[in-house]
């Protein structure tokens, strides 16, 4: 699975994740993982030649 792929899903399940509801303080760390995510995405290409090793 390639780096961007996994970052896809990650962020996926950090969405569905806010989509339940957490607590204030869970919330708040969902987004600062999703904000992470987000920057990681930015500075990968679309063509990313990075494969994970899994």
């Known amino acids: ?3 961007i792929a996994k970052l896809l899903t990650q962020k996926q399940n950090l969405v569905d994740q806010l989509a339940e509801d957490p607590g204030p303080n869970e919330r708040e760390e969902i987004e ?3 904000a992470k995510v987000e ?3 930015s500075w990968l290409s679309p063509n990313d030649p990075v494969e994970g090793t899994d």
């Open 32 to 34: 600062r993982l999703l």
């Open 1 to 3: 699975m390639s780096t």
């Open 39 to 41: 920057t990681a995405l």
